[in-house]
């Protein structure tokens, strides 16, 4: 038998359409007896009978008629009229788990997200038509949730139906508020989402915020590994240069000591040159003086 698993969209009499996780839909017949509306179920592909070409005598058809109605009649007695589900609630903090409410508020589904939200739905009992403010403040006290252990509280909201919307979203709000009076405002966390990013959630049995981390985490770590990484190069030693006059003034300028201890040895060689040539001068016209002698003398 070919089967498949989808979201009921919608219950036609003979046959229900189904949202697939590739995002089509299909007709299909539910192998689950009472799926309701946005149920995720196994189905099989529905295929149109068509009347048959043969008459078929009003004498043969009434007692197959008459037991039909009878069958039908006591499946109506036994079985319990199918509610649709509104709305789910996605809430993650460990354990995490779905509710599936109708548009009274009245919670319908129970699904656990992970293995300790598939545990606390095996603790607790008689789930099922019970509110959806009386079940969360349930869970929430079960759970015995403070700020020190959970940093983050994530509420996920999936409507199914357009109708209760506004309702079932203040009905959601004030329910989360008064389960969470002992939490941080900033701590709780509320989001929405569509129908087919909880299709694409439930293909990797997830909830769809762990999915929208698990995707931002990928997503950065692809950024990482397209930036470039910048290679080590080693630095390169400029040529030194020879200091010139301008320099040697800068650098006499910027060292006072040492432009004072210059200053000094010129001033000393000056005045000793000064000696040097009025020594020479003098020795000439001593010269002088002796040659002039000697002529008179002479004489």
Known sequence: MNTQRGIVFENKSSYSIFLTPDGRFQKGI???????????????????????????????????????????????VLLPAQTTVSAFVQVDFNPSFELGIDEDGDVQQFRGLNEDGIALKREISFWKGKTFPQLLSTIVDQSKLNTNEYSQIEITTIYIEETHQLSLEKLITTSVANSTTNL??????????????????????????????????????????????????????EPEKKPTNETKTKQEKKQPG???????QNNSKSQLDKKDKKQQSEDKEAKNNNNNSNNNNNN
């Open 184 to 237: 941080k405002k900033e701590s709780v966390q509320m989001n929405k989402a569509t129908v087919e990013e909880r299709v694409e959630a439930n293909s990797q049995g997830v909830s769809v915020d762990a999915l929208n981390k698990k995707q931002l985490k990928e997503q950065i770590s692809s950024e990482d590994k397209k930036q470039p990484k910048a290679k080590g190069k080693k630095p390169t030693k």
């Open 258 to 264: 040492n432009s004072q201890k210059n200053k000094e």
């Open 30 to 76: 539910s192998l689950v007896s009472s799926a309701s509306v946005g149920e995720e179920v196994s189905f099989r592909p529905y295929v149109a009978v068509y009347k048959t070409k043969f008459p078929v005598k009003p004498a043969v058809m009434a007692p197959i008629i008459a037991a039909v109605a009878i069958v039908l009649m006591f499946f109506s």
